[in-house]
């Protein structure tokens, strides 16, 4: 692939962020957050999205792209995004090795389709969520405190595990299965199950795996009056669409073969007044 290709990929695939960000089970930058922090996490959630793209959805050599997106963290700059990025990594102090970590995910899902175990699972998700979440802390200035870090890991990979529960055939599509392997032979469900149709086994496996998140999003909770003011507000408004994505999974009975079950924007809508009245 020449080498003016590398540094487009990057470009086209952050023309879809928009496009994708109105299905994630949070708004891209809660109207909660501080008005300063709000081009910061914007930046940051564009970064994540961008390194998703090219792991997912990128033509060509996708570890090619990855490690050239990881030379411009070093700099300079060549695309849009990473210009807003530096921009905020400067004005905010934050480290690169989360950023990294993001991108490491994605070499991750190139070599790796199934995880044997919930510790496996748990463990990828230290590199696929649980960056996005101490960045944001650094962002509010409270990445050094470690039981506030804890409570953000808790919240950032129960929401990539409701994620998995939302996504099982479009990740086998991919080639990929995120859900523990150990778990599906349990309730006695097998990869090609993943594709369809809904099953009791299925649901039942599903269940169980969303009881799992939302114990994590649950824990993660206290994180919001930790943090306190508008950037507490607006982690519990992370948390909050998380369980309420878990609720819309339930009301669909587990389907997630006719359609992705999730949140609609008026039920972010009351999530937020709730947030910014309560006590």
Known sequence: MPATSLLEAPELAAERIDARAGGENFPVVSVLAPRHARPHLRAI???????????DEAHGDR???LDELERELDGPPQTEVMQRLHGTI??????????????EANRIDQRKTR??????????CTYSADPVGRLVLGVYGRAEDEELVRMSDSICTGLQLVNFLQDPPR?????????????????????????????????????FEGDRARSLLEAGLPLAKALGGRPGRSVALYARGGLAALDALERAGWDVFTGRPAPTKWT????????LFRP
Do not use: K
């Open 45 to 55: 959630y564009g970064f994540a999205r961008l390194v998703d793209n090219l792991g």
């Open 63 to 65: 570890m090619v792209l």
């Open 90 to 103: 400067a004005a905010c102090g934050l480290p690169q090795e989360p950023f990294r970590r993001l991108i």
């Open 115 to 124: 995880y044997a175990s919930w510790e496996e699972v748990r463990e990828y």
């Open 171 to 207: 990740d086998l599509a991919l080639g990929r299965v995120y859900l523990p392997q150990n778990d599906m032979a349990r309730f006695g469900v097998s990869d090609e199950d993943l594709a369809g149709p809904l099953t009791g086994e299925t649901v039942a496996l599903l269940r």
């Open 268 to 275: 972010f809508a009351r999530l937020a007044v709730r947030e």
